[in-house]
């Protein structure tokens, strides 16, 4: 469906765009209907710039992102109406994300005129029933409120809800549940789940592994950049590859297991791929690739 | 005892009436015990970090009092606090990264810091280099201005800056929260090594994130809407919680090996109620599955066992 190739962009920097800033090199991966793929990054490791990219927020430099098989990048104005019919994207702050001082049905509203403007009022009604419900959100609790009004999680399952008012097929989730607290952050993560049963594809873009390794079927893991390992979520966690994801993973503060004793992570090390002449990706397993390590950091 | 709290109340004042962030909080803290607090946003953590070293405007004591080291802190008044500041009570603040002065090099910033505490700078600086040693950093930072330094650089000056006097207690408000979980490791781990080496004797950890807590304190309280909820060992803490709030707290939160297919973790309905006209009773009735009538009157924050506390009707006995 979705489908990101050897993309590549760089930002310019400085006067008159004297430098250049490389923040996504070489990147490619896809995603089927019906998938949660997650893209799993520290700061400044490209992560936010290819979910921006999906969007079409900003261009590639280099390499073709292609939605059903056409390139995004060639889309005019009336191309691109089409294609955020279907893929949308949510975001990490649920607070600045809606306009304080339009209530939640005019922001609704607003997406109903630009796509949906042949729908009668009745069946706007009904979509807006349904698509709220899928997000388990109760009309009278959200609509005629301020965003003010309403809480963090139920402002981004509205974010979600919004974004299933049309009938999307690609969801781009950039780390939508990291300001939202401990006990509701976890059903917004399990309404992902649900979408995906509906068929629905979804990039998960955290910087926190935990929340990937518990939503997703394909695990991406992004440095500097480049991917470093790609595989299925359970083996990317289960039998990582790459010495940056181990270390990583090492890293996370996990309740039942303390830092130090770690050996768990460290003894499965198996060893990783070895580079090859084109500096790419290599397979170490069905479906499973990694990147040749580094030798000089 | 190194720190005794005692039915402390901190108000917010606003038009609409006081806002009850921490409504009578009695908890002690032993001389080197690492003591975390959790909670979600609006339980009132921040607000206890603060009120031990410096209330903001809008802040009122209404009850309660802090003790350290056998000498009562007046928390409630700004000016005689300011001898107990940096030398006896010292705080990383939340967001300690925009909490040095941009426009001057990290040690000039501290050499001003410090002459305003009558403490030269010139014999501070061995000390001061040899701690910047321990946490990685060499000397040249120093001639540095905050933005040149990353993230995780800036925590680690403003962690050496803070504990520079050896404190007697340490505040650290979300110290970890804005890095990357590298860097996070490396930050959390310098707050048991502090302690360790006795640049401050007792620490309070506030954060969201219980994982975090774990890894570094010895003990942890948990907190909802203004109220302590429960207090024990970070071992009992996660591994057998007694209130249905932590409980539910734990259960929700996904951990490396849960998957979405084979366990369905669930989060806790409601939202926590507003602390503008708290309900009476307990503040966690309307979202608890245990909750009975009993529930309308508050649960005293009792003694389980030793060390090891909680407010709730339902494990009392």
């Given amino acids: 469906m979705l489908r990101v190739d050897d993309v590549t962009k760089v930002y310019r920097t400085g006067l008159f765009g004297s430098g250049s800033q490389t923040a996504v090199s070489g990147v490619s991966f896809d995603v089927r209907p019906g998938e949660v793929v997650s893209l ?5 490791s490209g992560k936010t710039t290819v979910g921006r990219m999906i969007l079409r927020l900003t261009t590639a430099t280099a390499g073709t992102i292609s939605f059903d098989g056409e390139d995004v990048a060639g889309y005019n104005r009336r191309d691109l109406r089409r294609y955020y019919a279907r893929v949308q994207g949510v975001f990490q702050d649920p607070f600045s994300s809606y306009n304080p ?22 069946e706007w009604k009904r979509t807006l029933r349904s698509s709220l419900e899928a997000v388990s959100l109760e009309p009278a609790d959200v609509l005629g409120k301020y965003p003010h009004q309403l809480s963090g999680g139920q402002l981004q399952r509205l974010m979600v ?3 299933l008012l049309l009938e999307i097929e690609l969801l781009v989730a ?11 952050r976890i059903d917004v993560l399990n309404l992902l789940g649900d979408l995906k049963g509906r068929g629905l594809g979804i990039l998960f873009i955290t910087h926190d592994l935990s929340l990937g390794n518990y939503i997703s079927d394909r695990t991406l893991i992004l440095r500097h950049g480049r991917v470093v390992e790609l595989g299925p979520t359970p083996k990317v966690f289960g039998d990582p590859r790459h010495s940056y994801t181990r270390a990583l993973l090492a890293c996370v503060p996990q309740l039942h297991r303390k830092w130090g004793d770690d050996s768990a992570v460290e003894a499965n090390g198996r060893p990783s791929a070895t580079a090859d002449a084109t500096g790419g990706l ?16 | 005892m190194s720190l005794v709290v005692d039915n402390l109340r901190v108000y917010y004042r606003t038009l609409r009436g006081d806002v009850r962030a921490l409504d009578g909080a009695t908890f002690t803290v032993a001389d080197g015990e690492i003591m975390g607090v959790a909670g979600e946003s609006g339980c009132g953590k921040t607000t206890l970090g603060k009120s031990l070293i410096r209330l903001d405007g809008r802040m009122r004591v209404a009850e309660g009092s802090v003790t350290l080291d056998g000498v009562e802190l007046p928390i409630a008044d700004d000016r005689a606090m300011d001898a107990y500041r940096f030398r006896s009570v010292s705080i990383v603040p939340q967001y300690a990264m925009s909490a040095l002065n941009p ?4 040690g000039r910033m501290i050499s001003e810091l410090l002459s305003s505490r009558g403490v030269s700078y010139e014999e501070t600086l061995p000390e001061l280099r040899r701690r910047l040693a321990l946490v990685g950093l060499s000397d040249d930072v120093l001639e540095r201005y ?59 950890v506030i954060t969201h994130d219980l994982s975090i807590l774990y890894q570094v304190a010895d003990t942890i309280l948990v907190m909802y809407a203004g109220k302590l909820v429960e207090k024990g060992s970070a071992a009992e803490i996660t591994e057998d919680p007694r209130h249905p709030y932590t409980k539910l707290l734990i259960a929700s939160l996904p951990e490396v090996g849960v998957r979405f297919e084979e366990r ?40 389980l066992a030793a060390g090891r506390h909680a407010a709730c009707w339902k494990v009392a006995a």
């Fill in chain 1, 40 to 44: 799993i990054g520290e700061s400044g």
């Fill in chain 1, 174 to 184: 950039d780390e939508i549940i990291s300001m939202l607290d401990a006990s509701t």
């Fill in chain 2, 146 to 204: 905050p933005i040149e330094l990353s993230g995780g650089m800036k925590q680690r000056v403003v962690m050496v800056l803070s504990t520079l006097m050896n404190p007697s207690l340490l505040v650290a408000d979300e110290l970890t929260s804005a890095l990357d979980v590298s860097t996070q490791k490396a930050v959390a781990e310098m707050l048991v090594e502090f302690r360790d080496r006795g640049f401050v004797k007792s620490t309070i």
């Fill in chain 2, 264 to 303: 369905r973790l669930t989060g806790i309905a409601g939202r926590p109620p507003s602390l503008l006209r708290p309900p009476t009773g307990c503040r966690f009735r309307a979202r608890c599955p245990l909750a009975t009538e009993e529930c309308a009157v508050e649960p005293p924050f009792v003694e």
């Fill in chain 1, 161 to 163: 809800a919004r974004a």
């Fill in chain 1, 282 to 297: 290599v397979a170490v397993d069905d479906d499973h690739f990694v990147a040749p390590e580094e030798d000089a950091p």
């Fill in chain 1, 101 to 122: 001082v339009f209530k939640v049905d005019r922001v609704l509203g607003m997406l109903r005129s630009t796509y949906l403007p042949r729908l009668s009022d009745q």
């Fill in chain 2, 103 to 106: 426009i001057r090099r990290i």
